[in-house]
């Protein structure tokens, strides 16, 4: 399994980015499908979570209602829409699969992760 993360970028308080990772492998319709972030000097927090079919979603409190995950089975895709950015936002995301497809939360959720992408929203 790899995971390449790309979309990640600077931008202002109040902005948008969108994240996206593709992921190899032939069961990617099976897995559940999620993002992790780290900010300087913290732990690895847990973002937002999709399950196999993307019928069903769970995000981190602080997220909910801005950010929104999505998938493109037949691409072995997953994005991340993130909007109204705010400075606590900046961190470096992950993405992540979990090949058993579970969805309980957690930091250190998921059974393979790709490499992050930087992400930097300015106040």
């Known amino acids: 399994v790899q995971l390449q993360a790309s979309g990640g970028g600077l931008v202002q308080t109040g902005g948008s980015l969108k994240l996206s990772c593709v992921a190899s492998?032939?069961?990617?319709?099976?897995?559940?499908m999620g993002w992790l972030r780290q900010a300087p000097g913290k732990e690895r927090e847990f973002v937002g979570i999709?399950?196999?079919?993307?019928?069903?979603?769970y995000y981190e409190k602080s997220v909910k209602g801005r950010f929104t995950i999505s998938r493109d089975n037949d691409n072995n895709t997953v994005y991340l829409q993130m909007d109204d950015l705010k400075p606590e936002d900046t961190a470096v995301y992950y993405c992540?699969?979990?090949?058993?497809?579970?969805?309980?939360?957690?930091?250190?959720?998921?059974?393979?992760w790709g490499q992050g992408t930087q992400v930097t929203v300015s106040s």
């Open positions: 992540a699969a979990d090949i058993r497809g579970n969805v309980v939360a957690g930091p250190r959720w998921g059974t393979h």
């Open positions: 492998g032939r069961t990617f319709s099976s897995w559940a």
């Open positions: 999709i399950n196999y079919s993307g019928g069903s979603t």
